[in-house]
């Protein structure tokens, strides 16, 4: 497996095991410009903290790692 510095919505669900409109929702939710491919969201690796706070806590992240 090839490590890349940007994930799908698709991978991100998979490696959390949730339905992948929950990720898709999330991610529109932060804070930041999220890069996109076409139709595909390209979410960095950093911004998982973030994602996995909003998932397990329903907390919200005031400041999400965007760059």
């Given at each position: ?7 799908t ?5 998979a ?17 930041c ?35």
């Amino acid at each position: 497996m090839v490590l890349t510095s940007h994930l799908t919505t698709g991978q991100v669900a998979a490696f959390y095991g949730v339905p992948e409109w929950r990720i898709r929702r999330i991610v529109d939710s932060l804070d930041c410009d999220i890069p996109r491919a076409g139709l595909y969201r390209m979410i960095p690796r950093d911004v998982l903290p973030a994602i996995a706070a909003r998932l397990h806590d329903k907390a919200v992240v005031e400041a999400a790692p965007c760059k």
